[in-house]
């Protein structure tokens, strides 16, 4: 009996942990769409392939999360692990997600994917919206990206502000 309940919350468990990515998938698509309309947004509207690659990135977007190994922890975050799995999670979350901005701190150089990874970056935290964008800048500014990346993050960020995102 122990056995098939521990089956039943783990299903339980995985569908709702499924449920909530698509959540966020969902919002994450809804931004990309009220982007395509904003201003200062014409250097990804107004090229088709610019465009399709984020759009690809959103709806790829933290695939990593159904790997064994994040799902095992991020699906019961009160689950029985390990500090060590844990860490071991997170850095498979990061390692496999370049919008992550650890993944970007020896970019230089502002590519085309580098910008989009920060947008995509910037979308993802608007998805969660858990801080005021005034705390945003911030939290920019102390991180170890080249400056390249800090001022391109900042810009946008405006870019979000100034079109008045409501999410």
């Known amino acids: 009996m122990k056995i098939i309940k521990r089956f039943l919350l783990n299903r339980k468990l995985k569908k709702e942990y499924k449920r909530k990515i698509l959540e966020h998938k969902t919002k994450l698509i809804q931004i990309f769409r009220e982007l395509l309309q904003w201003k200062d947004c014409d250097w ?12 690809y990135r959103i709806l790829e ?5 159904y790997d064994k190994i994040e799902m095992k922890i991020f699906k019961n975050p009160d689950g029985n692990y390990s500090q060590e799995e844990y860490d071991a999670a997170v850095q498979h979350h990061i390692n496999n997600n370049d919008h992550h901005w650890e993944n970007r701190v020896d970019d230089q150089i502002l590519t085309l994917q ?6 995509e970056n910037l979308l993802d935290w608007m998805s969660y919206k858990t801080a005021p964008y005034e705390e945003w800048f911030t939290f920019i500014e102390n991180t170890k990206l080249p400056e ?11 870019v979000i502000i ?6």
């Open 114 to 119: 580098t910008k989009l990874a920060c947008v």
């Open 61 to 65: 977007h933290d695939d990593s999360l």
């Open 44 to 55: 990804i509207t107004k090229d088709l392939d610019v465009m399709n690659n984020l759009w």
């Open 148 to 158: 390249i990346q800090k001022n391109f993050m900042k810009e946008f960020m405006w």
């Open 162 to 167: 100034n079109n008045k995102m409501e999410v």
